[in-house]
């Protein structure tokens, strides 16, 4: 099992595939961070407290650094730089959706605005829409996490080389 694991992680699709996820997820999350931080922090705000998942002073706090996070790994995953960290910080960040989407489906809540790009544009226009978004891109950022260092074309790569 181990073997055939080695053997499709240097596999020439994979690092392909690899590539292809680092960038499309990295450049979700350098979007998604891009415009929160152009918009107004107020329409954020009132956005995350839309969730109703935090307690009001968490709900601020949390409004000033997801933009930022966001912005921060996600470019760090598109460009490979501590590929390893980037991805586990992603995937923090998705888990910690993921939770908050399904705590928003098992009360019902029906989905005003997502409020995940700033309304720049919408991947999901129902909870379960973004409940599936997510999870693929979870296990897509799993998949970058557990691949074997340096990652094609990356940063990291071209460091150790």
Known sequence: MINSMRK????SVNKYLVFGLRVVIGLIFVIAGLSKTTAPIAEFIGLARQWNILPEP???IYAFLLPWV???FGLTLLFGAWSRLSAFIVLLMLLSFL???GINISRGTLLQDCGCFGGWFELGATFQELF???AAMFVGTL???FMPKPLWLSV???LTS
Not at 8 to 11: L, T, Y
């Open 8 to 11: 499709w992680q240097n596999n």
């Open 58 to 60: 968490y709900v601020t």
């Open 70 to 72: 966001e912005l921060v």
């Open 99 to 101: 939770i908050a989407i």
């Open 132 to 134: 599936w978004r997510d």
């Open 143 to 145: 998949w970058i996490m």
């Open 156 to 158: 990291d790569q071209w």
